[in-house]
């Protein structure tokens, strides 16, 4: 049986490296004129202008829950779910990469799913799993 | 071999081809003897037939063959249109619309085979005689396949309209930061051109705007037949009268609209008009009030009986016994908006489980916008939808709230008054100006911030739905033009923001919507 191959972008955030799944408009674009919002969920860290389209900025280290300082000059890792744009903050994008298998850290308490690369644990962030928490359904 | 390639360009052919063809075909209802109108619905039949010829849709195609031979014959004189042929004619229309939306999920056509044979047992009757018995004699005033001019046309997707409008909002935007700098670093000469760059660029994109409003008469043309249709499946007599004023919206907000309506006008059929009711009419109003369109849906049926919306809502616990007792006329009618009340007293294929109109609510919700009714027993009820006027392009007074950069449209602002002095404002709950008298509203718990003592520059002096208010500002403001853009989902369900927009240095700002803050 031929497993399916499936598609991630990788980025970095802290000097650890993740992925997510490859959609069709993923692209790492710069950061900047953050406008920041009154009363939302802390995750969130503003609204951006790119390429015609108003961008939510989503804080990346807090879902991972990892400390982070976040630069004044970022970038965010572009992506669309539900007609909206979203931006996951990232220190430097990476190469995309196509996998056969995805394992599970059931060690793990959120973002479980991971895949090897260079039999390194490079873990997943599902873009669902971020809207689910946020409350934003499809 | 059906061409897959230019199925999309197919089908959204076809579909407003579909709905011209009603418009033409409920012409025809009211003057079945009008040459014209037969000579046009022809022509139409005959370009959907080479159009699904040229696709492979062999079904779609013989069935627009026996249609088109009815219509045909009608020209020929011989065959009277009549109240059954108008029926059938009519009755394809929902045939043809169920074929499409096959094709659209699967690429194959539904069996026509049925409606083929009732199309051509009609030509097989040739009826020539009308009810008296006589020989209808049409006056011909064009001939069949004459030529009329014609406009060409092509069909755009929203999608490459998107990617172009963005492609100008940047470019307008890039112009707005250039004519910012040159103002401030710049020469006359450099100042001028970018003037005049800056007028070609908002033309260009108020030209590319038109191409996406759409005229209200176009979406409502199909409005007529639907009401036909569900007045028919409850038994009832009902006529939509339509006046649109001419007016258009984008499309997006239209496609919206319409399902708003839809509904209404399902529950004026269902509820509304009685069985007994033989001047059943609905009317349906689109028209402008100030920065604000209203549509109204009115019935003149039998009226809500609100006593029995109120047993509805204790009933289903919405509100106490106790309660329902002390609640305002507002209040009252509030409550036909809640989910599982109903205006109807039975439930019927149209309507009736108490659904539709919390989703009315809801939907208009959506839009920014309010819903409203009223009802006077045995004369009518009247829903009046507001919406807001999308404004793409907008000026603005754009001010900064601590972190947050914020904008109020300049169409609400009365005065900007710079402070001689700073002031702190701490007794005062009213500001005058020219012996006029504001009410002082500050941001602070709107924007969940904590409350601290700022030494206020300026005043904005605004209009509201609820009069005169004054909004003291600390922080530097501007006058500049917006670009709106779609607010993004996080931001939905705050409702003290109207909109977000690019301001000139490219940055967002939330247009705050002051009528909901007081």
């Known amino acids: ?138 | 071999m059906i061409n897959n390639k230019y199925k999309d360009l197919y089908l959204s052919t076809y579909k407003s081809q579909l709905k011209k063809m009603a418009d033409l075909l409920l012409a025809l209802e009211k003057n079945t003897k009008s040459q014209n109108l037969i000579e046009n619905i022809f022509r139409l039949i005959h370009s959907m037939k080479g159009a699904a010829a040229t696709m492979g849709y062999k079904k779609t195609v013989h069935a627009f063959h026996a249609m088109e031979n009815i219509i045909d014959s009608a020209y020929n004189q011989s065959l009277i249109i009549d109240e059954e042929v108008m029926d059938i004619l009519i009755g394809s229309l929902e045939k043809f619309k169920q074929n499409i939306q096959t094709i659209q999920k699967t690429s194959k056509e539904i069996n026509l085979q049925q409606q083929t044979t009732i199309f051509k047992n009609i030509v097989k009757k040739k009826n020539t005689k009308n009810k008296d018995g006589k020989k209808v004699i049409v006056k011909r005033e064009k001939h069949i396949l004459g030529s009329l001019p014609t406009v060409a046309e092509i069909s755009v997707s929203i999608h490459k309209l998107n990617v172009i409008q963005y492609l100008l909002d940047d470019l307008m935007i890039s112009t707005m930061e250039n004519k910012s700098v040159i103002k401030k670093h710049g020469n006359s000469k450099m100042l001028s051109n970018c003037m005049r760059m800056d007028e070609v660029v908002n033309n260009l994109r108020r030209e590319f705007e038109k191409l996406r409003i759409v005229p209200l008469a176009q979406i409502f043309s199909s409005l007529p037949f639907l009401v036909r249709e569900i007045a028919k499946n409850e038994g009832k007599e009902a006529e939509l009268i339509i006046e649109d004023n001419d007016l258009a919206l984008d499309k997006s907000i239209l496609d919206e609209l319409i399902e708003i309506l839809i509904q209404l006008l399902k529950n004026a059929v269902a509820h509304g008009i009685s069985k007994d009711q033989k001047n059943g009419r609905i009317n349906l109003e689109a028209r402008l009030d100030g920065e604000m369109m209203k549509v109204i849906v009115q019935d003149n049926g039998q009226g809500i009986d609100w006593q029995k919306i109120m047993d509805q809502a204790v009933k289903h616990r919405i509100i106490s016994k106790a309660k329902a007792k002390k609640l305002t006329v507002k209040e009252v009618k509030g409550l036909i908006f809640s989910p599982g009340i109903s205006s109807g007293k039975s439930v019927s294929i149209s309507s009736g489980r108490g659904v539709g109109l919390s989703l009315v609510k809801d939907k208009v919700a959506e839009l920014k916008g309010s819903v409203e009714v009223d009802s006077v027993s045995k004369k009518g009820t009247s829903f009046t939808i507001t919406l807001p006027l999308p404004l793409s392009i907008f000026r603005s007074i754009v001010f900064s709230f601590k972190e947050h950069a914020l904008a109020v449209p300049l169409s609400i602002v009365e005065k900007i008054v710079k402070l001689e002095e700073v002031k702190d404002f701490k007794k005062s709950k009213f500001f005058v100006d020219n012996r006029k008298k504001y009410k002082l509203i500050y941001l602070f718990e709107t924007l969940a911030m904590p409350r601290f003592d700022a030494l206020y520059k300026y005043v904005l002096l605004l209009k509201t739905k609820e009069g005169r208010v004054a909004l003291p500002l600390f922080g530097k403001i501007t006058e500049q033009e917006l670009v709106n853009k779609k607010m993004p989902t996080i931001l939905k369900d705050k409702d003290y923001i109207k909109g977000v927009a690019v301001s000139e240095d490219g940055g967002p700002v939330l247009v705050i919507d002051i009528n909901n803050i007081i």
């Open chain 1, 1 to 138: 049986m031929v497993k399916k191959q499936q598609k991630f972008i990788l980025f970095y955030i802290n000097d650890e490296k993740f992925a997510m799944p490859l959609l069709g408009d993923s692209q790492f674009i710069s950061c900047d004129k953050v406008a920041i919002l009154p009363d939302v969920d802390n995750r969130i860290t503003g609204l951006i202008y790119h390429g015609g389209n108003i961008i939510t900025v989503l804080n990346t280290a807090k879902f991972l829950d990892i400390k982070y300082n976040l630069p004044d000059e970022h970038n965010c890792l572009l992506f669309s779910f539900s007609k909206d744009f979203y931006g996951l903050i990232v220190d430097q994008g990476g190469e995309t990469i196509k996998v056969n298998q995805v394992f599970t850290d059931r060690n793990k308490k959120q973002f479980k799913k991971y895949i090897k690369i260079n039999k390194q644990k490079v873990y997943i962030l599902e873009t669902d799993k971020i809207m689910e928490d946020l409350k934003i359904y499809d």
